[in-house]
């Protein structure tokens, strides 16, 4: 099969998506996010890259917190809305129906109606180009009860999480193996 070299691109695909929330426990805003990863597991770290023209931006600069809440595919209305809209303007939990619910080692607030909620502290902030990257400790994760396994896994099929490619939002599709798979056949 013959490859075609494109431009240079953020060409890792899918992301998954994320809808942070920022700012205090009195007045918490929601920001859609796409550049958002495990960068560490030991201690677990997050990150989550945002343009400086953004209104979470400051509220991240400020309050040094957030946290990443991993919504399912009925909830990819919401997604769009908070992506497209800003916290200057309106308040996201009010015109989307979202819940919030205090967060336990955070100020800014979980979105209740996301099966994942992950309380993260900012260690640090690297200035990239577009983006200013937020590597943020992970404090508490917090997972609908529906979509536990065990102690500390989460059921990916039922917590059904978006994922974005080409400005498209996707569903997951089905398990083609587990780590260590090809190990176990030989």
């Not at 953020?10 to 958002?36: E, H, R």
């Not at 343009?51 to 399912?72: A, Y």
């Not at 099966?115 to 200013?132: A, F, K, M, S, Y």
């Not at 917090?142 to 978006?162: C, F, M, S, T, Y």
Request: with cysteine; aromatic share 6%; charged share 20%.
């Amino acid at each position: 099969m013959a490859k075609v070299e494109i431009p240079p691109t953020t060409a890792a695909l899918p992301t998954p998506l994320a809808l942070a929330t920022c700012g205090s426990a009195d007045k918490t805003n929601i920001i859609t996010l796409a550049w958002v990863g495990n960068v560490c597991s030991e201690p677990p770290m997050i990150g989550i890259s945002v343009r400086p023209s953004r209104f979470s931006h400051d509220l991240l600069k400020e309050n040094g917190e957030f946290v990443v809440n991993i919504p399912s595919v009925d909830l990819a209305e919401a997604v769009d809305y908070c992506g497209m809209a800003s916290g200057r303007d309106v308040d996201k939990f009010a015109e989307c129906g979202l819940t919030q619910t205090p967060a336990t080692k955070v100020q800014p607030a979980l979105i209740t109606e996301c099966p994942v909620n992950i309380e993260c502290i900012v260690r640090e902030t690297i200035t990239l180009g577009t983006h200013d990257l937020f590597i943020g400790e992970v404090v508490a994760v917090h997972v609908d009860e529906e979509v536990r396994v065990g102690k500390g896994r989460i059921d990916i099929e039922k917590a059904n999480p978006l994922a974005f490619a080409h400005s498209e939002y996707w569903s997951l599709g089905e398990k083609v193996g587990s780590y260590g798979f090809t190990a176990k056949k030989k």
